[in-house]
C-alpha cells in the first residue's frame, strides 16, 4: 500500500493536469500543446523526453540496469 499512498500525494495535480488538458481541445493528431505538456511533465519526473513526431513523444529514464522496460 506504500505505492498507493505514494500515488495518491500526487493525486490532486493529477486532477489538475487533466482539468487543464480538457480545458484546451486539441482534435485528433494536431496536438501541440498537449504533447508540449506531456513532454515537460516527463522532464519533471527526470526522463529524457523526445518528441517521436508531431503527435507522439516518449521518456526514456535510467534505471541504473541494463535492458529495457516498456
Same mark, same amino acid.
Given at each position: 500500500? +506504500?505505492?498507493?499512498?505514494?500515488? +495518491?500525494e500526487f493525486l490532486p495535480e493529477i486532477v489538475a493536469w487533466r482539468r487543464d488538458i480538457h480545458a484546451h481541445p486539441e482534435l485528433g493528431f494536431d496536438i501541440p500543446r498537449t504533447s508540449a505538456f506531456v513532454a515537460e511533465r516527463l522532464r519533471e519526473f527526470g526522463c529524457d523526453a523526445v518528441a517521436l513526431d508531431d503527435a507522439n513523444d516518449a521518456g526514456f529514464a535510467d534505471a541504473g540496469r541494463d535492458g529495457v522496460a516498456a
Amino acid at each position: 500500500m +506504500a505505492i498507493l499512498n505514494s500515488v +495518491a500525494e500526487f493525486l490532486p495535480e493529477i486532477v489538475a493536469w487533466r482539468r487543464d488538458i480538457h480545458a484546451h481541445p486539441e482534435l485528433g493528431f494536431d496536438i501541440p500543446r498537449t504533447s508540449a505538456f506531456v513532454a515537460e511533465r516527463l522532464r519533471e519526473f527526470g526522463c529524457d523526453a523526445v518528441a517521436l513526431d508531431d503527435a507522439n513523444d516518449a521518456g526514456f529514464a535510467d534505471a541504473g540496469r541494463d535492458g529495457v522496460a516498456a
